[in-house]
Protein backbone atom coordinates (compact mmCIF):
# COMPACT_ATOMS: atom_id res chain seq x y z
CA UNK A 1 0.00 0.00 0.00
CA UNK A 2 1.49 3.45 -1.37
CA UNK A 3 1.54 5.91 1.57
CA UNK A 4 2.16 9.58 0.64
CA UNK A 5 2.98 12.83 2.72
CA UNK A 6 2.59 16.02 1.85
CA UNK A 7 4.56 19.22 2.97
CA UNK A 8 4.91 22.59 2.13
CA UNK A 9 2.29 24.50 3.40
CA UNK A 10 2.66 27.91 5.32
CA UNK A 11 1.01 30.97 6.41
CA UNK A 12 1.65 34.15 3.28
CA UNK A 13 0.33 37.30 2.16
CA UNK A 14 -2.04 37.62 -1.28
CA UNK A 15 -0.05 37.20 -3.93
CA UNK A 16 2.43 35.16 -2.46
CA UNK A 17 3.21 31.67 -3.93
CA UNK A 18 3.83 28.33 -1.89
CA UNK A 19 4.98 24.59 -3.54
CA UNK A 20 3.73 21.81 -2.26
CA UNK A 21 5.25 18.49 -2.25
CA UNK A 22 3.61 15.11 -2.12
CA UNK A 23 6.39 11.88 -1.61
CA UNK A 24 5.32 8.58 -2.35
CA UNK A 25 6.79 6.13 0.03
CA UNK A 26 6.89 3.27 -3.39
CA UNK A 27 6.49 3.82 -7.12
CA UNK A 28 3.71 5.15 -8.64
CA UNK A 29 2.95 3.62 -12.02
CA UNK A 30 1.87 5.02 -15.14
CA UNK A 31 -1.36 3.76 -14.13
CA UNK A 32 -1.56 6.19 -11.44
CA UNK A 33 -3.26 9.94 -11.26
CA UNK A 34 -2.16 11.64 -8.55
CA UNK A 35 -4.31 14.77 -7.36
CA UNK A 36 -4.53 17.78 -5.19
CA UNK A 37 -7.42 18.45 -3.25
CA UNK A 38 -8.43 21.01 -0.71
CA UNK A 39 -11.05 21.48 2.18
CA UNK A 40 -12.23 24.57 4.26
CA UNK A 41 -14.47 23.49 7.27
CA UNK A 42 -17.54 22.79 6.46
CA UNK A 43 -17.38 22.48 2.89
CA UNK A 44 -16.65 19.46 0.58
CA UNK A 45 -13.18 18.52 -0.41
CA UNK A 46 -12.59 20.41 -3.63
CA UNK A 47 -10.50 18.58 -6.70
CA UNK A 48 -7.45 21.43 -7.08
CA UNK A 49 -5.55 19.67 -9.58
CA UNK A 50 -4.48 16.05 -11.46
CA UNK A 51 -1.70 14.66 -13.12
CA UNK A 52 -1.28 11.32 -15.44
CA UNK A 53 1.68 10.21 -13.78
CA UNK A 54 4.46 9.62 -16.05
CA UNK A 55 2.51 11.18 -19.20
CA UNK A 56 2.10 14.30 -17.52
CA UNK A 57 -1.14 14.75 -18.73
CA UNK A 58 -2.74 17.94 -16.10
CA UNK A 59 -6.03 19.33 -15.53
CA UNK A 60 -7.08 22.41 -13.14
CA UNK A 61 -10.15 23.94 -11.47
CA UNK A 62 -11.20 27.05 -12.88
CA UNK A 63 -10.82 28.95 -9.70
CA UNK A 64 -7.04 27.67 -9.62
CA UNK A 65 -6.28 27.83 -13.66
CA UNK A 66 -2.99 30.11 -14.50
CA UNK A 67 -1.97 30.56 -10.82
CA UNK A 68 -1.29 26.77 -9.66
CA UNK A 69 0.85 24.39 -11.51
CA UNK A 70 1.13 20.67 -10.85
CA UNK A 71 4.36 18.54 -11.83
CA UNK A 72 6.09 15.43 -11.39
CA UNK A 73 9.42 14.34 -10.38
CA UNK A 74 9.40 10.22 -11.62
CA UNK A 75 12.34 9.34 -10.24
CA UNK A 76 11.25 11.02 -6.48
CA UNK A 77 7.81 9.32 -7.12
CA UNK A 78 6.91 12.79 -5.79
CA UNK A 79 4.40 15.10 -6.81
CA UNK A 80 4.01 19.05 -6.57
CA UNK A 81 1.86 21.95 -6.31
CA UNK A 82 3.29 25.09 -7.38
CA UNK A 83 0.69 28.04 -6.00
CA UNK A 84 1.52 31.56 -7.21
CA UNK A 85 -0.90 34.95 -6.94
CA UNK A 86 -2.59 33.69 -3.93
CA UNK A 87 -5.77 34.69 -3.11
CA UNK A 88 -7.85 34.32 0.77
CA UNK A 89 -9.74 31.76 -0.81
CA UNK A 90 -7.09 29.22 -1.25
CA UNK A 91 -6.69 29.06 2.60
CA UNK A 92 -7.23 25.43 3.13
CA UNK A 93 -6.01 22.42 3.59
CA UNK A 94 -4.30 20.75 1.14
CA UNK A 95 -4.23 16.76 0.28
CA UNK A 96 -2.07 14.75 -2.21
CA UNK A 97 -4.55 11.40 -2.98
CA UNK A 98 -3.61 8.81 -5.37
CA UNK A 99 -5.48 6.16 -7.65
CA UNK A 100 -5.27 3.73 -10.36
CA UNK A 101 -7.09 5.46 -13.29
CA UNK A 102 -6.76 4.00 -16.90
CA UNK A 103 -6.77 6.64 -20.00
CA UNK A 104 -4.73 9.62 -20.44
CA UNK A 105 -6.90 11.84 -18.53
CA UNK A 106 -7.76 11.35 -14.42
CA UNK A 107 -10.96 11.24 -12.91
CA UNK A 108 -11.54 14.25 -10.66
CA UNK A 109 -14.14 12.67 -8.17
CA UNK A 110 -12.54 11.97 -5.08
CA UNK A 111 -14.04 8.90 -4.91
CA UNK A 112 -11.80 7.31 -7.26
CA UNK A 113 -8.95 8.55 -4.92
CA UNK A 114 -7.87 5.56 -2.56
CA UNK A 115 -5.14 6.96 -1.08
CA UNK A 116 -4.81 10.21 0.40
CA UNK A 117 -1.84 11.85 2.45
CA UNK A 118 -2.46 13.45 5.69
CA UNK A 119 -2.66 17.37 4.39
CA UNK A 120 -0.75 20.36 4.80
CA UNK A 121 -1.93 23.41 5.92
CA UNK A 122 -2.09 26.48 3.37
CA UNK A 123 -2.94 30.14 4.93
CA UNK A 124 -3.55 33.13 2.85
CA UNK A 125 -4.05 36.64 4.90
CA UNK A 126 -4.47 39.96 3.46
Known amino acids: QVQLAESGGGSVQVGGSLRLSCVASSAITSSHCMAWFRQTPGKERERVAT????????DYADSVKERFTISQDYQKNTVYLQMNSLKPEDTAMYYC???????????????????WGQGTQVTVSS
Open 97 to 115: AAGLMYGRFCDTAQRNYDT
Open 51 to 58: IRFGAGYS
